[in-house]
């Protein structure tokens, strides 16, 4: 039975029975999903949030919205929460031993070792389960922002890679440009990075350095290969040429900074920012589909897409017609499988009669929006 608890009284192992949103901000993603086993970790996070109170039930005890008993099926996280924190720390150093400036390059090397570590063992989980598709939740961290878009990018990317049939080699060798694909960032005035404020030409012309001072960083300090480091200085290149710091086109921009441009662009869109609510995920697909042919190849955005879930297990969605229902797999590109919320029947959104029926919203468990 779902009981809306104050935090203190909030213990590991309880169920999230709700989706949890950072108090008095305007966004659309929670910082905690529905259905989230709690642990520690996650408590503590609560914790340094502000959230004072949280809609939980018991294990064993699952229901849906209406109150009405309903089984779902378990979620497996792609990144448990040692890896994740252990490619965070990784990135952070790195980045603390670009921006400090350090002449013992000492700390920079051992953070490079253990980010290859770490990209080793992201790329073993994800093809582990060749089938398996990148959550949205398995991603989605609010703090420490610029670590944790280092790292979503980077499983993105790699997820690209897996489907483009890339070789072992290739996709730990696409991990790491990925990693460090905004190490510039620690060599441009951090006040330009996190202004909330519209850029002046001026401060973006700034920022638009930042793929070459990491390119010219990594030859200096001999990081990575050639081809790592051309894969830093052209993930922001667009296929027509509209891109930056040197206005490739087409061909002429290396793969790895293809790839790593579609992650990119698709985990800072739909990540949240002090000066911006994050976009849903199928807007931002929609995006990087209005862009092929001008920023991004055809043929990567498909790869993208057939290895992305932006409607993750659990997921309560509102059709067209009206109803809702649980999201318990998908057979096609985009098109979940739901268990409907009013009478349990099974609705694949790929059979014929389904195909007109539009995803109208996401609901989480007080009807909102997100």
Known sequence: MKQVVPIDQVRAGMIVADHVFAPDEDNYLPIIPRHTVLTEYIIGRLWEYGVVKVAVREPGDPEDETGEELEL???????DEKLRDEAVSGIRRMFDAVGSGEENMTTAYQAVREIGEVVDRLVDTLSSESGAFVHIADLKSYDEYTYHHSLSVAVLSIAIGQNLMLSDGELRELGRCAMLHDIGKTLVPVELINKPSKLTDEEFM??????????????????????????????????????????LNGNSIPLMGRIISIADIYDAVTSY?????????????????????????????KAFIEKLEPHPLNTVLELSDGRRGVVIGRTGELRPVLRMLDNGEKLDLMDRGSLSLVIMKVIDGRGGKY
């Open 273 to 301: 920012r002090s000066y911006r609510a994050p976009m849903p995920p199928g807007e931002a697909i929609e995006l990087i589909k209005s862009e092929i042919g001008r920023a991004f190849d055809y043929e990567l955005v």
């Open 73 to 79: 099926p378990p979620i497996a996280p792609m990144l």
């Open 206 to 247: 700034v920022i638009k350095q930042h793929p070459r001072k990491g390119y010219d960083y990594l030859k200096k300090t001999s990081i990575g290969d050639e081809k790592l480091r051309q894969g830093v200085l052209t993930h922001h290149e667009k296929l027509n040429g509209a891109g930056y710091p040197i206005g």
